[in-house]
C-alpha cells in the first residue's frame, strides 16, 4: 500500500515539474500577465490556488526571451538571497538602487544581471519571465522615458533611474521596492505577490 502511494505521489509532483517547465514555452506572446499566473498556478474547480513550486530548477524564472546565461543568474540570485544587502533612496525624480554581496560568484551574477536588464530595458527587449511584476512590463512600454546611470562598486553595483514622467517615476519607485522585498525574502515575496 506504502508503495502504491509512494508511486502516485512521484507521479503527481512529475507532472506538476513537467507543467511547469512547459508553462513557459507553451505561452505565446499574446498573454498578459494574469494568464501568465494562471498557467504558474492553475486553479482547481473550487477557485483554490494549486502552487506547484520547483524550488531547485525554478521554471518560473524562463521567459519567453530568456538565455541560459540570464536564467542561470536568476536562480543565483534567488537561491542566495540572503547573501544580498540592497539599499533604495527614492528621489524625486527616480530612484538610486545599490544592490551589493560579499560573494564574489553571486557578485558577477548579480551585476550581470543588472547590467543586461538595463540593455534589455534600452532596447524594449522584455523577457516575460513567467514570475514577472506588471510593474516591470509598464517600464518596458515606455523605457525611452527613463535615463539610467550605473556605477560598479567593490561589492556590487549602483543603479540610478529617473524620468520627467510622473507615472514613469511612480513605476520605477514600485518596481525597486519590489526588487528589495525579492532580495530579501526570495522566492517568498514573488509567491504572495502572484497570490494577490
Excluded: C
Excluded at 11 to 27: C, R
Amino acid at each position: 500500500m506504502k508503495l502504491k502511494t509512494t508511486i502516485i505521489l512521484v507521479a503527481v509532483f512529475g507532472l506538476g515539474v513537467l507543467t511547469m517547465w512547459l508553462a513557459p514555452h507553451l505561452l505565446s506572446g499574446d498573454h498578459d500577465y494574469a494568464q501568465q499566473m494562471k498557467a504558474h498556478h492553475g486553479s482547481s474547480e473550487d477557485g483554490q490556488k494549486n502552487h506547484a513550486h520547483d524550488e531547485m530548477n525554478m521554471p518560473g524564472l524562463q521567459g519567453q526571451d530568456t538565455t541560459e546565461s540570464e536564467v542561470s543568474d536568476l536562480k543565483a540570485i534567488f537561491k542566495n538571497h540572503k547573501k544580498i544587502t540592497r539599499t533604495v533612496k527614492n528621489i524625486p525624480n527616480g530612484v538610486i538602487t545599490t544592490t551589493q554581496t560579499k560573494d564574489d560568484k553571486l557578485r558577477g551574477a548579480l551585476v550581470s544581471h543588472v547590467v543586461a536588464m538595463v540593455a534589455r530595458l534600452e532596447e524594449k527587449r522584455d523577457p516575460k519571465i513567467i514570475i514577472q511584476s506588471p510593474t516591470l512590463d509598464k517600464l518596458f512600454a515606455q523605457s525611452e522615458a527613463i535615463n539610467t546611470q550605473i556605477t560598479m562598486t567593490e561589492l556590487g553595483i549602483v543603479v540610478s533611474q529617473t524620468s520627467s514622467n510622473p507615472d514613469v517615476v511612480k513605476a520605477l519607485q514600485t518596481h525597486a521596492g519590489e526588487v528589495s522585498d525579492m532580495a530579501e525574502r526570495g522566492m517568498e515575496a514573488v509567491h504572495e505577490r502572484m497570490s494577490n
